[in-house]
């Protein structure tokens, strides 16, 4: 017996959507694992500075070099470390301190560059000459070529690159000011909301907000922009909306949504519900653009990213009497957010009627989409395929690998444990060579399949609940053949 989970459209691994997202998750790749570092600075700063909860001068200290040289180099550490593994990581490391000492401002957005540039050009080096290297001088080669590299791309760095970065940053600093001074930043709610549909938040956050907020929280204290991507109200407002007024099959799933997105703090898992109803995105639009005039009009601001986007965090991280404002700007969001979505559902008349007729035109449901156009999969029209009593392990696969896929890898990990099968989560670029099962949302698939083309890919659409998940976890049981 066969479970072909391969019916949903092809997506393209080339189209603009999917390069956008790899693009987008570079650039978070570099910044979610050292989140806890800029949470670090943010309490250090929360506490210590003049204007903190406990002042000290002493402590205080540990603000500006951690800002300056310590958040900057482990950005371009990381961004090496993406591209050429260890000996990336050190050249990126030298190359950033380039551009540090070369500016006058935190270089976030230089070791966004450096980093991933001095790596890819010491691998370039690395490819071309490792066969010609005479047996025994591998090392006085390697480390030589690392140290010449890096050390030329510092001197640039201190020379050119750090002044560029600084105008570059200076001119992006330049024009949120200009935003926030003609009261036009809610405006900016208009891009983001639509694109965290489409799992772009962490680009977005993480790759814009993280940069401008870092700089303007070192002059001022606290900044705004750590609060536009981040704010949980528009996420909470269309749960409570489907919870009230949503298809009557997906009411149930709401609760257990807004636990996890609300204080969990993973927002991708109401992206899905957005997605289903596009409509609803005019209302996350709605309800981010009042949150964030609210916290303009109450001057709100936080000392750093908020990571994960929980409630929770968002107090953690709010500067001394600022917690009602801020706390103001999550509810103002979540109300408008709600009462829109509300209207667009209609308030719950024939909601349930507008499903079935969406579910009676469209194809079924499945876990996985068709492979890529132009792999040689789908030039014979051969899909991977995989017996179910052969899988040993599941790869479940997120943009950055740090939020809803360690959410989903624990959920399985209990229901596949009595199968003998492991389950791992990673970020979409990080997926293992060999692997042979992967389970990804559907917006993300196509960026698996790039990643991994030998790899059978299930899709889900829902992070609860989702059909998928059944048919996998029968389809392991009855060692049924799995495609996709």
């Known amino acids: 017996m066969t479970t072909d989970i391969s019916h949903l459209k092809n997506l393209q691994g080339n189209s603009f959507r999917a390069r956008v997202q790899r693009l987008g998750g570079h650039l978070a790749g570099m910044i979610m694992p050292n989140i806890g570092a800029f949470i670090a600075w943010g ?14 001068e002493t ?66 080096w690395d490819d071309r000459i490792q066969h010609r290297i005479r047996a025994g ?102 749960l409570l909306a489907y919870w009230f007024f949503g298809p009557r099959r997906l009411r149930p799933s709401a609760p257990g949504a807004i636990i996890i997105q609300f204080f969990g703090g993973i927002h991708e898992i109401y992206f899905p519900y957005l997605l289903m109803k596009p409509r609803l995105i005019l209302a996350a639009m709605v309800g981010g653009m009042s949150g964030v005039a609210t916290a303009l009009v109450t001057h709100s601001g936080l000392v750093a990213p908020p990571a994960p986007g929980s409630i929770f965090a968002y107090l953690a991280v709010t500067p001394r009497g600022g917690h009602v404002s801020v706390l103001l700007s999550v509810a103002v969001a979540a109300v408008v957010t709600f009462f829109a979505a509300a209207a667009l559902l209609k308030f719950g008349r024939g909601a349930d009627a507008e499903e079935e007729a969406v579910l009676a035109d469209a194809p079924e449901l499945s876990a996985a989409a068709a492979p890529v156009a132009g792999t040689e999969h789908s030039a014979n029209g051969a899909h991977p395929a995989i017996a179910g ?42 997926i293992p060579a060999g692997t042979r099962l992967v389970l990804t949302h559907s917006d993300l698939a196509d960026r698996a399949r790039m990643t991994a083309p030998e790899a059978v890919v299930v899709e889900f659409r829902m992070f609860l609940g989702d059909p998928a998940f059944d048919r996998l976890e029968k389809a392991i049981k009855e060692g049924e053949e799995i495609r996709g």
């Not at 309490?43 to 000290?56: D, E, Q, S, V, Y």
């Not at 209990?414 to 099968?421: A, D, E, I, S, W």
């Open 137 to 238: 001088f591998e090392m006085l080669v390697d480390n030589f070529s690392l140290g010449i590299l890096g050390g030329g791309l510092a001197l640039i760095g201190v020379w050119r690159i750090g002044w560029l970065v600084d105008r570059l940053t200076e001119a992006a600093g330049n024009a949120v000011q200009f935003l926030v001074d003609h009261s036009l930043l809610p405006l900016v709610s208009v891009i983001v909301e639509p694109a965290k549909a489409l799992f772009l938040n962490n680009a977005i956050n993480h790759g814009i907000f993280d940069a401008i907020g870092a700089q303007q929280a070192k002059n001022a204290g606290q900044s705004i922009m750590f609060m536009i991507e981040t704010n949980p109200g528009p996420g909470l407002g269309i």
């Open 59 to 124: 402590l205080a200290g540990l603000v500006d070099p951690t800002i300056k040289y310590l958040l900057p180099i482990l950005i371009g550490y990381t961004g090496g470390r993406m591209v050429h593994g260890q000996r990336g990581a050190v050249v990126g490391a030298i190359a950033t301190m380039g551009v540090v000492v070369g500016s006058e401002v935190p270089m976030f957005l230089g070791a966004m560059i450096m980093g991933p540039l001095a790596a890819y050009l010491l691998k370039l």
């Open 389 to 430: 009593n052969e899988v040993d392990k599941v790869v479940v696969a997120c943009d950055a690998g740090m939020g809803s896929s360690v959410m989903l890898a624990s959920q399985l990990r209990t229901r596949l444990k009595p199968y003998g099968v492991s389950v791992e989560h990673v970020a979409i670029a990080d």
């Open 43 to 56: 309490l250090i700063t929360a506490l210590f500075i003049p204007k903190g909860w406990l002042p000290n």
